[in-house]
């Protein structure tokens, strides 16, 4: 069963880090490009960060680049979200996914708050 699992979230204030887990079961990661998104209550959830599968090219939203790194380790089938200065904006809950064909896998999400 293809599953994608989320970890890592929690209480941080501000300029505090943390690093999101996506780990998978049922497919292999680094075949497929990841991407993580965030929603933050009462808006559309947004793109963060992706990682592609054939060259590990990353990019991010214009809101955390230089503070949001994204990365994956082959071995343990997972993918990271590394988080520094996080802000009370970047307060959400955070998903990874990855498009197989026409469907969108996601995971449960995981939540972030940053107390203002």
């Known amino acids: 069963q293809m599953h994608l699992a989320e970890s890592g979230g929690g209480l941080v204030q501000s300029g505090g880090s943390l690093r999101l887990s996506c780990a998978a079961s049922?497919?292999?990661?680094?075949?497929?490009?990841v991407k993580w998104f965030r929603q933050a209550p009462g808006k559309e959830r947004e793109g963060v960060a992706c990682?592609?599968?054939?060259?590990?090219?990353?990019t991010y939203a214009d809101s955390v680049k230089d503070r949001f790194t994204i990365s994956r380790d082959s071995a343990k089938n997972t993918v990271y979200l590394e988080m520094n200065n996080l802000q009370p904006e970047d307060t959400a809950v955070y998903y990874c996914?990855?498009?197989?064909?026409?469907?969108?896998?996601w995971g449960q999400g995981t939540q972030v708050t940053v107390p203002s």
């Open positions: 996914t990855l498009q197989i064909e026409s469907y969108n896998f």
């Open positions: 049922g497919f292999t990661l680094n075949m497929y490009a």
């Open positions: 990682i592609k599968a054939t060259d590990t090219t990353t």
